[in-house]
């Protein structure tokens, strides 16, 4: 990786060197103020067109900004992105080429964010322009908080097309397509010799409480705080020293079971509840991407499948910091 460093840096400095001696030739001997900044302006906007064509179609710098892959990548890690192993995107977010690779089951992907809103296509291109010609050094893509907003995902590609993966407590369960049966993921991971970094945080003695939450929550939205089972409260009850990760996507799957054993004629609460329970199924030509840190990620369980065309590239390279530095699997 320090070759591809070097590589740049030679390039560029040859680039400029041969620029500005062109500059100069052309207007003599002569050197003034104006004509040396024209030339340094010149030389720098150069630079860093070609940096953004390298960041475009081969490899892209990118800082991890969530803890969502601990246990391969962690927060302000710095990565190499394949840009071009999955096919060549034209421009960011248009059409890509030469699109002769999928992905692969297992592979820490780069995707386009389903849920990113964009404030309008002379900020996104600005801000892309800044990010990639930095060296992911600048971005001013922030929220009003000042936190990097994401307009890119990194996840594992975790389900593949004719899959269907569902959620219980936690843990993931797969069911491959003509498969009659669901597969833990630990197990599915142990069979095919996959990753062992995706991983619960979240304590399963925690999920009784959780699942009493979401079905308080339930009560609550019915108006039927007075007729809570004593139970649940109780159960509920064994939060209150809890200081750990908390598990959305459980909470709410909870809560819908519990919406529909209040109120089984509502057709919108059946069929959310039967989504939860069925579990969600992968189109061909699609994906899954669901984060290593399965309890503190915000990834397919809540948007569902990515299409291979919103996928950009493959992580394959840590470089910083440098005590972490090696390839990514």
Known sequence: MTNYFNWVQRITEDKLTKRLAKSVKKKGMKRTFKGELLSW???????????????????????????????????????????????????????????RINPLRDDVIVFYNPEY????????????????????????????DGNMRERLYVKRAAAMGGDT???ENGEAFIRGGGEANFTSDNLFRENNNLSTSPHQSIDSDVY?????????????????????????????????????????Y??????????????????????????YEQGI???????????????????????????????IGKVIFKFWPLNRMGVVS
Do not use: C, W
């Open 250 to 275: 459980q909470i709410e799957k909870a809560k819908s079971k519990t919406l529909h054993t209040l109120n089984p004629g509502n057709l919108e609460v059946r069929s959310t509840m039967a989504r």
């Open 208 to 248: 009784p409480g959780i699942n009493a939450y979401g079905s308080i929550l339930a009560y609550q939205e019915m108006a039927l705080e007075n007729s809570i089972p004593s139970s649940l409260i109780k159960e509920y009850q064994t939060l209150a020293t809890y200081k750990g990760g908390v598990d959305y």
């Open 41 to 99: 302006l010149d030389a720098i906007l150069f630079a860093v067109v070609f940096v953004l064509l390298i960041n475009q179609y081969f490899f892209q710098l990118f800082m991890i900004p969530t803890p969502s892959m601990v246990g391969t990548l962690l927060v302000k890690d710095r990565v190499f992105v394949n840009k071009n192993i999955y096919g060549l995107e034209v421009y960011p977010g248009g059409p890509k080429i030469f699109s």
């Open 117 to 144: 809103k964009s404030r309008g296509p002379v900020f996104d291109i600005l801000s892309q322009v800044l990010y990639m010609g930095t060296f992911s050094l600048v971005n001013i893509d922030v929220d009003e």
């Open 165 to 167: 993966i569902r959620f």
């Open 281 to 311: 199924y992968v189109p061909q030509g699609y994906v899954l991407p669901l984060g290593d840190n399965r309890d503190n990620s915000q990834d397919g369980r809540y948007f569902g499948p990515v299409s291979y065309k919103s996928i």
